[in-house]
C-alpha cells in the first residue's frame, strides 16, 4: 500500500504479504539471512521485466552514545520517545544499489540463458540506514526507525485477518501482532522533509500503550528545549519503598541500620550500571523490624542533576543498597507527591 502524507506526497509503501505466498520475490525474502541482500531480475513473457532490491539489514551493536548517535542522524530530524532513555542502541548499514549496467547485465542473461529469475547479492556498505533502540519499564518496547522507506512484511493468514489500519501522529499506520508481539508501523516525514519509517514492538504492552507513545515521540530539538524546561523546574522525586536488610549470612552486615543513611543504589533493569551509579538518601519511617524489613522514603542524594536516572524510581522497580557489599534489598512501592 502508498503511504502518503496529508498533502497527497508520496512517502513509502508498506506490503502485507502472506507467509504462504508462492511468488518468487516472496520465496527469497524467507531465505534472507540478517546480512543479506538480492537484486532480483524477473522476465515477464509480455515484457513487463521486474526489478526489485530486497534486504535483511543485520543489527550491530552502537558503540557510542545516544546524544552521539542522534548526531549522527541530524539530517533525518526523526522522532524518539519521550518517556525514557534507551537501554540498548544497535544500529542498521545499508547495501550498495546495482548500477544500470549491472541491471543490464542481468537482463542480458536472462535473455540468453532464457532464464526467468537472476539473482544478485549486494555489496554491504558503512551506510547508515537505520536503529534500534530499546526501552525497559513496565514492558519491554523496541523502537525501529529506517531512512527506507518500501517494506515487506510477511504474516501468517491468521495474523494478516488481524491487522488494524489506524491514524498515529496523523499518519496512516498499522497495528498487527507477530511472533507474540504487538507492532505498529507508520510513515511520516521528519521536520526537514525525509520521510522515515517508524516501527514500535512491545512486549507485555497494550495497544493503547504502543500508541501513547508514538504519539509522545519528539524531535531532538524539542526533547532540548523541555529538557531544559525541566531541570529549571526540576523537583525532587521520592518514592516510598519496602526494604530488607540483609544478614550476616546473606552476605550483609550483622547489625541492621536503625537511622536515615545514604548508599550506592542499583537497580536490577540497570545492573551493567548504563546509566550510571548513584548515591540514594533512605529515610526509614520506622526502626526495622524482627525480620529485618522497614519501609522508606528513597531519593537521588544529588537528585537536582540533569544526569540523574529517576525513570528508574518506578514502582515495581527493585533494587539493591550497596557499600562494599550489598547491605540491603528493596522494591519500590509508589511514587509520592510532593
Not at 27 to 55: C, H, M, W
Not at 214 to 224: F, L, R
Not at 269 to 297: C, I, M, T, Y
Amino acid at each position: 500500500m502508498d503511504i502518503k502524507n496529508q498533502n497527497g506526497d508520496f512517502l513509502g509503501k508498506i506490503q502485507m504479504q502472506s507467509l504462504e505466498s508462492d511468488h518468487v520475490v516472496d520465496q527469497i525474502i524467507r531465505t534472507l539471512r540478517p546480512g543479506d541482500g538480492k537484486a532480483i531480475y524477473i522476465a515477464d513473457v509480455e515484457g513487463n521485466n521486474q526489478f526489485s532490491q530486497q534486504t535483511n539489514y543485520a543489527a550491530v551493536e552502537w558503540q557510542y552514545s545516544l546524544n552521539e548517535l542522534k548526531e549522527a542522524m541530524t539530517k533525518w530530524q526523526p522522532r524518539f520517545p519521550s518517556h525514557a532513555e534507551a537501554d540498548h542502541i544497535q544500529v542498521y548499514y545499508g547495501f550498495d544499489n546495482l548500477t544500470p549496467d549491472e541491471i543490464e547485465a542481468m537482463a542480458e542473461e536472462s535473455r540468453r540463458t532464457g532464464q526467468k529469475v537472476v539473482v544478485r547479492d549486494l555489496k554491504p556498505n558503512n551506510t547508515l540506514v537505520g536503529v534500534r533502540l530499546t526501552y525497559k519499564g513496565e514492558g519491554t518496547c523496541t523502537l525501529h526507525i529506517f531512512g527506507t522507506t518500501k517494506s515487506r512484511i510477511q504474516l501468517s493468514e491468521h495474523e494478516l485477518s488481524q491487522v488494524k489500519n489506524l491514524l498515529v501522529r496523523g499518519a496512516e499506520a498499522f497495528y498487527f501482532s507477530n511472533h507474540g508481539a504487538d507492532r505498529l508501523i507508520w510513515i511520516e516525514a521528519g521536520s526537514n522533509g525525509k520521510a522515515l519509517q517508524y516501527e514500535l514492538i512491545g512486549e507485555q504492552m497494550s495497544e493503547a500503550s504502543l500508541i501513547h507513545i508514538a504519539e509522545t515521540m519528539k524531535e531532538k530539538s524539542d526533547m532540548i528545549i523541555e529538557k531544559k524546561a525541566s531541570i529549571d523546574s526540576m523537583i525532587k522525586k521520592t518514592a516510598v519503598v519496602s526494604l530488607y536488610f540483609l544478614s550476616e549470612e546473606e552476605g550483609g552486615q550483622k547489625a541492621v541500620i536503625k537511622e536515615d543513611f545514604s548508599a550506592p543504589v542499583v537497580f536490577d533493569v540497570d545492573e551493567d550500571l548504563q546509566f550510571g551509579l548513584w548515591s540514594a538518601v533512605v529515610k526509614l519511617h520506622s526502626q526495622p523490624d524482627e525480620n529485618r524489613k522497614v519501609r522508606a522514603d528513597l531519593h537521588y542524594l544529588f537528585h537536582n542533576s540533569a544526569e540523574v536516572p529517576t525513570h528508574l524510581l518506578t514502582p515495581g522497580n527493585t533494587f539493591s543498597l550497596r557499600t562494599n557489599k550489598v547491605i540491603a534489598k528493596g522494591k519500590i512501592e509508589s511514587i509520592k507527591d510532593e
